[in-house]
């Protein structure tokens, strides 16, 4: 079945530790996502990707980084920079385009600090 | 700019009662809009989305929701509660032409036997 894959489920990030989260998906999507979701804040956009090899900043994007090799992998990097990184991170994918799709979400990576 | 406001962080209905979610919207140009549902340590699924056309939309598990422009509301409801809607629920909004989809704060609803 098609579908995107985030891991770990559970991470843990020592201060001053850069750390990588994984979003994989088989769905043959353009554009992928990371959101951030904190109690009663909804989610909020880090990063965005529309195409391989190009990627934007969404409302958040301080102290992460991300990279597009491929079309099917999206990886986030928490780095020593965001100092405040306990929160629960989807990943989400859609076909791409300016368009009205919906988007596919995996089920998410809760990361906390020691 | 795009916003959304849902009214209530925190619904509790009794099982087999009315659910009402409350969304509104602020946008410049005609939105798109949606409903995701998440249930605990999970991700977000659609439940239903406006588009163009008819404005009451329905969507899945016997849920849906209407567009009124005029109030800049998509209000969520279901005639009949049951357990199994226990979730938090999402709106959300995206301009036509815009590659950003923007959520609420979203809003927990409990179920009670």
């Known amino acids: 079945d098609g579908g995107i894959t985030q891991s770990p489920k559970y991470l843990f990030r020592k201060e001053g530790q850069n750390v990588t989260l994984s979003c994989e998906q088989n769905l043959n999507h353009d554009a992928m996502y990371w959101y951030r979701q904190d109690p009663g804040q909804g989610l909020r956009l880090i990063y965005y990707?529309?195409?391989?090899?190009?990627?934007q900043k969404g409302d958040i994007a301080e102290g992460y980084s991300v990279s597009r090799e491929k079309k099917e992998s999206f990886p986030l990097t928490v780095t020593s920079a965001q100092k405040n990184p306990t929160a629960f991170y989807l990943c989400a994918s859609e076909r791409g385009g300016p368009t009205n799709e919906k988007l596919f979400f995996g089920s998410g990576t809760q990361l906390s600090v020691l | 700019a795009q916003s959304v406001t849902q009214l209530g962080s925190h619904v509790s209905v009794s099982e087999g009662a009315l659910v009402l979610l409350r969304c509104n919207y602020s946008s410049s140009v005609p939105p798109y809009l949606f409903w995701y549902v998440q249930y605990p340590n999970q991700g977000l699924q659609l439940l239903l989305k406006y588009t163009t056309g008819a404005t009451l939309v329905k969507g899945i598990n016997g849920f849906e929701a209407e567009f009124k422009k005029s109030e800049t509301s998509f209000h969520l409801t279901k005639p009949s509660a049951h357990m199994s809607d226990a979730a938090e629920y999402f709106c959300?909004?995206?301009?036509?032409?815009?590659?950003?989809?923007?959520f609420g704060a979203g809003t927990r609803l409990f179920v009670k036997a």
């Open positions: 990707s529309q195409i391989v090899n190009d990627f």
């Open positions: 959300a909004v995206r301009t036509t032409g815009g590659f950003k989809t923007i």
